[in-house]
């Protein structure tokens, strides 16, 4: 997923996908879905969006890795070194 926010028009934009959007599903005043002509969803907008949501909950991220996938990844490079 890639976020893209325009401070000068107050638009954020979650992209969800690389397919191009070939319709749009608007599901509140200035909230619209992108979606393939299959109706999958590539991508969300949100219009005025300091007044809809906390930029600072989707500007800012998080990065959880399994304990277990760290420790492997680990353990492999080790054995490269050796």
Partial sequence: MNVYYDDEVDALYLKLGDAHPEGVI????G?????????KLVG????????KIDLKTILSYRLEIEKKIITKKLSQR????C
């Avoid at 909230?31 to 109706?39: F, G, R």
């Avoid at 080790?78 to 070194?81: E, K, M």
């Fill in 26 to 29: 608007e599901i509140s005043e």
């Fill in 31 to 39: 909230i619209n879905l992108d979606v393939t002509s299959e109706n």
């Fill in 44 to 51: 969300i907008e949100i219009l005025h969006a300091t007044e």
């Fill in 78 to 81: 080790a054995l490269v070194h």
